[in-house]
């Protein structure tokens, strides 16, 4: 019997060794915020911020979260960072103003973009927005509409 049941673990071992679903990819921690390669708004309102995970120069990681506040502000982006603690600020320098977007603590969604052609190749839902810890669900791959991040980081 106990050769019996070490021949079945072992075969099970071999054949899920081999299974496509070892090495599908989960989402990683999200990179430090002053590494990312650009930002922009989607038309659904998510702030998307892409990051080079392989040091190609080119996004192929993206989170996208919800925008709590967005405003116009004389401010400097200090004072208005120290309004919204543990806040991801993202601002466009107009000449007299500031647009100001204020990004939820955690990201909505994670994505993938293996190849870097500028669309999602695998999605990810954080449905309680408290970062990477397991809980996170495939999605879609919906990115046939995302056209890239055009904005510089500042």
Avoid: Q
Avoid at 8 to 26: E, H
Avoid at 57 to 79: C, G, N, Q, V, W
Avoid at 80 to 104: L, Q, R, S, T
Avoid at 133 to 146: M, R, T
């Amino acid at each position: 019997m106990k050769r019996f049941l070490f021949t079945i673990i072992l075969c099970f071992w071999f054949v899920s060794s081999s299974s496509p679903i070892w090495g599908f990819p989960y989402p990683v921690a999200e990179p430090d915020i002053h590494t990312c390669i650009g930002w922009d708004i989607t038309p659904s309102g998510l702030l998307v911020v892409g990051y080079d995970l392989d040091g190609s120069k080119k996004p192929d990681y993206f989170t996208l979260r919800i925008i709590i506040s967005a405003f116009f502000s004389p401010d400097s982006k200090e004072s208005v960072a120290k309004n919204f603690p543990e806040k991801h600020v993202f601002f466009i320098d107009y000449e007299k103003d500031y647009m100001f977007y204020i990004g939820a603590s955690h990201p909505i969604f994670y994505a993938y973009d293996f190849d870097e052609d500028g669309h999602f190749d695998l999605l990810f839902k954080d449905k309680l927005e408290d970062g990477i810890n397991g809980n996170e669900e495939y999605y879609d791959s919906p990115s046939k509409y995302y056209d890239g991040l055009p904005k510089e980081v500042s």
